[in-house]
Every structure is written in structure tokens, then in C-alpha cells.
């Protein structure tokens, strides 16, 4: 009987070790927050060439805070805090300063393991000094803003943290069609971007479309549902060009879901890899309009509705796979990524539009409001090429975090990442399901991370001017986003 006893204990002792997960598993906390970004108008909005000034907000602009914690008994193990906003892009300088100002009101909470995410809408204000000739008088300055931005997200932040609580959480999987492959191809080897299909020499859209809707749900302890996080693979530019203040269709989506599923709900959006994909429809658009219209929808209701529509699906196939006890990995690295190299040509066809955009200011300085965002776009170029004849192989440092939660991946960028790219990555990942979120931080300029066919092919998302690291750094990118998450997926 001793035999018997000692065998039985050795079994068990052995599928501790074998059963996967056990050994990694901690209770789930999580807090979830939303704070209203909304500038004081007018206000400079960005996104396009041309100055704009918004004097009407036509949505609420939000930030959607939820942090995920970890605990082994009291002592806590991992953390990860994602805040998506409704702005173009952050600047990794104002990400510094909600970090800095986190820090000062949470204690206990490591602020590296801070995320902000853009859903990249056009109708945003300014978060960058310096990129219009904004009015000094009469409009919200930029840095007015974004000290704004900055405090209202850490309070947000601190909400989130107070009220964090024992949660559980399920992950799913749909599809819907909201981004299309906006790179034309035209039988000469040339691309456009968002350029016409209807033509005798068009041949092909350039690249791929991502139509996941991938999905995480949050539970607290009384079975309520606190919080979701949607991601989709298409910038929020329904609306892109007017002189409005607009959270584009993720106001449409989040107020679909509060109404299904209650107004407690906190709705995070994360926008997948899509530098090149768009939700303006690039053909077929008569028939896709004809359907909407029989449904008497605008577009940005008829997005919102496949979206809640695949939200929907997910949701109910997976409301009864939560879990509570998982593994949440948070890493952080510093990853030096190659620079794109400025040609000469690509430096004296820069300087001679330059001095021609300066010629024309000093004639007409009204004339700014066209030209000033054009020029300094290109003035940048011209210092990297400077740059580069000192420094031969410039690099960038670029944050890069990786999360693993349960089965679940999560990888961070701070570009607008061509689709092929995130496709790269998910193809590779040991993860049963992997999240791409670009445009979490962003370069000072040149934010585009273009692919191979798309370089050669030109126009202005795969130009010198709109890219700061080109082809071979996206591949250094994708190549270590993999390594990390194979350690991560090995223990």
C-alpha cells in the first residue's frame, strides 16, 4: 500500500509540471476607465496637407483606459495598462509626459508598462508643435492641448487603477469588411494611393486586407460586462477631410455596444496593422452604397453595424470560455531599428520644393495655411539626408511591447505598419491569437513603414518624406516581435 501511495503522488507531482499553464497561472485584476478628450474649440485638427480649424465637435473625442494586473496571492506579478485615443497619432514625448504625471499620482504602478494607442482618426487636434502655422490668437494652442490630453489620461488612468478589481476574461475571433487595400497598382510598375481602379492600365491593389475583428471581453466578479477591446485593421478616415472635430466610426461602434450591452461597458480600440488599408471603398462602391442605402445608413453607421455585427458573433460563441487564473507577460524592449536612407535625388528634388513652398509664403504668407505642413514634411527629409552623411547607418529606437494574457498575444508598434507586416507576424506567432497595434507612440516624422513592392512603387504613403524606416527595418521589427513572443510561449 505504501508502494501504491508513493506511486500515485509521484503521478500527481508529474502532471503538476505537465498541465499547461498551471504553473504560470495568477488571478486576473482589472480596472477600466473613460475619459473625455474633447478640445476646447476652435482647434487646429490634423491629418491632411492644409490647415484646418475646427469651431464644431461633432462627437465626443474619448480616451478608453483598462488596465490588466495580475496577482500570486498578494503580491503582484505583471501588468499592462492600453489607453486607445481618438487622435491621428502620440507623439512619444507627450507619452512621456502622462507617464510623468502617472507617476506622481499612482504609486506602485510601473508607468513603462504604460500603451497609447491612436485610432488614427483625421479630425483630432494637433499634438505635435510646429507641423501647421496655427494661429497664435484666437484657437487652442498645441501645447494647451496636449497638457489636456496628458492630465485628463492620467486621471483616467488613476480611476482605472483605484478601482481594479478580481475579473475574467475570453478572447474570440470574427470578421467583418471595414478596411480595403487603398495601394493601387497600375500596369506600368507605378502605385497610387486611394488613385482610381477604373482605368485600362490598373491591374491590381498592391497588397492585402485584413477583415479579423479580433475581441477580448471583461467580466468583475458579479458577471457584469465592464469592458471590451475591438481591434481592426482600418484607420478611422471615413470623415478624414472635414474642419471638424470627429471621432469617426468608433463613436458610431461604441455607442452600438453601450446600447446592447450597457453603459458600463468601456470600449478600447485597437487598430491593427494597416498602413495601407483604408475604410473608403476603392471599387464596387455603387453596389456597396446601394445596400446601405436600402438599410438607411450613413457609412459610418454601416461600419459600425459589421463591426457590432461581428462583436455579436464573437461574444456569444466564447461568453462561457472566461478565465480568471492565466498568465499575463508583459516585456518591454528598446529596439534599434534601421533607418530608410535618403537618396541624393530624393535631397535635391526636396530642396528645390522647399525653396519654392518658401518663396511662396514670403510672397503670400496666407499661403501657409496650404503650404507650411507640405514643406516642413519635406524640410525633414532634407535633415536626414545631412544627418546620414555623418552618421552612415542611422538607427531609431523604437518601444517596442509584447504581452502574453492566457493564449492571447499582443504586440505593439509605433507605426503605420503595412498589413503585410502584422500579417508576418500572426503567421509565426506561437499564439493561439495574436493582436497587432500600430501607431502606439509615434515618430517625429515619417510614420508610414512600408513594404518592398510598395517602395518600389511610389506615392505618398511609400515616399522618403512619409517614411522613416523603410523595408528592412519592418523586417527587424516583425523578427524580433517573433523572438520575444517564442519565449514567452515556451515556458
Known amino acids: 500500500m505504501r508502494k501504491s501511495g508513493g506511486t500515485i503522488a509521484s503521478f500527481l ?9 498551471r504553473a504560470d497561472a495568477s488571478r486576473l485584476y482589472v480596472g477600466a476607465a473613460t475619459v473625455d478628450i474633447t478640445p476646447k474649440l476652435p482647434v487646429a485638427v490634423t491629418g491632411q496637407f492644409h490647415l484646418r480649424v475646427a469651431k464644431e465637435a461633432e462627437t465626443p473625442l474619448t480616451a478608453n483606459i483598462l488596465l490588466m494586473e495580475t496577482r500570486e496571492g498578494n503580491a503582484p506579478a505583471d501588468l499592462a495598462v492600453m489607453v486607445s485615443c481618438d487622435v491621428l497619432y502620440i507623439p512619444t514625448d507627450v507619452i512621456a509626459m502622462v507617464r510623468e504625471k502617472v507617476g506622481k499620482r499612482v504609486k506602485g504602478l510601473d508607468v513603462s508598462k504604460i500603451i497609447l494607442n491612436a485610432t488614427h482618426t483625421h479630425t483630432a487636434p494637433v499634438l505635435r508643435e510646429g507641423e501647421y502655422a ?62 482610381k481602379t477604373a482605368l485600362p492600365e490598373f491591374r491590381n491593389l498592391e497588397g492585402p486586407e485584413d477583415h479579423d475583428i479580433n475581441t477580448l471581453f471583461f467580466w468583475n466578479r458579479q458577471q457584469q460586462l465592464i469592458a471590451m ?63 446601405r442605402e436600402l438599410r ?22 466564447v461568453k462561457e470560455d472566461r478565465h480568471s487564473e492565466l498568465p499575463l507577460v508583459h516585456r518591454v524592449e528598446r529596439l534599434s531599428l534601421p533607418e530608410r536612407l535618403v537618396t541624393e535625388r530624393d535631397y535635391n528634388e526636396a530642396r528645390v520644393s522647399v ?55 499582443i504586440c505593439t508598434n509605433e507605426f503605420e505598419l503595412f498589413s503585410d507586416f502584422g500579417i508576418r507576424m500572426q503567421a509565426r506567432s506561437k499564439a493561439l491569437q495574436t493582436f497587432v497595434v500600430q501607431l502606439a507612440g509615434s515618430p ?8 518592398e513592392k510598395a517602395v518600389r512603387g511610389g506615392a505618398y504613403s511609400a515616399v522618403i518624406h512619409s517614411s522613416r524606416i523603410g523595408p528592412e527595418g519592418g523586417q527587424v521589427l516583425v523578427d524580433r516581435t517573433v523572438e520575444i513572443l517564442d519565449d514567452l510561449w515556451k515556458k
Not at 507531482?13 to 499553464?21: A, D, S
Not at 514670403?362 to 505642413?373: E, F, N, T
Not at 524640410?379 to 494574457?405: F, N, S, W
Open 355 to 409: 525653396a519654392n513652398a518658401q518663396k511662396e509664403i514670403g510672397a503670400d504668407p496666407a499661403a501657409a495655411d496650404r503650404l507650411y505642413r507640405r514643406m516642413t514634411w519635406e524640410q525633414e527629409t532634407l535633415k536626414r539626408y545631412e544627418r546620414q552623411q555623418k552618421e552612415r547607418a542611422p538607427l531609431y529606437g523604437m518601444e517596442l511591447h509584447v504581452i502574453r494574457l492566457g493564449d492571447v498575444a
Open 444 to 451: 517625429e516624422w515619417g510614420s508610414y513603414l512600408p513594404t
Open 13 to 21: 507531482l508529474v502532471l503538476l509540471f505537465i498541465i499547461p499553464g
Open 229 to 291: 477591446v475591438i481591434g481592426v485593421a482600418s484607420p478611422s478616415q471615413e470623415v478624414e477631410g472635414r474642419a471638424a472635430v470627429h471621432a469617426d466610426y468608433w463613436d458610431s461602434v461604441r455607442k452600438g455596444i453601450r446600447q446592447k450591452y450597457g453603459s458600463q461597458v468601456c470600449v478600447v480600440s485597437w487598430l491593427g496593422a494597416a498602413g495601407d488599408l483604408t475604410p473608403h471603398i476603392r471599387y464596387r462602391k455603387a453596389a456597396d452604397d446601394r445596400m
Open 296 to 317: 438607411k445608413l450613413d457609412r459610418l453607421d454601416e461600419l459600425a453595424r459589421r463591426i457590432i455585427v461581428a462583436v455579436d458573433e464573437a461574444y456569444e460563441t
Open 134 to 195: 496655427v494661429p497664435e490668437t484666437g484657437v487652442t494652442q498645441v501645447r494647451e492641448y496636449r497638457e489636456f490630453f496628458a492630465g485628463k489620461i492620467a486621471e483616467g488612468i488613476e480611476a482605472a487603477w483605484k478601482q481594479k478589481a478580481e475579473a475574467s476574461v475570453a478572447w474570440g475571433l470574427s470578421y467583418a469588411v471595414v478596411g480595403y487595400n487603398r495601394r493601387v497598382s497600375y500596369a506600368d510598375g507605378t502605385a497610387g494611393m486611394s488613385s
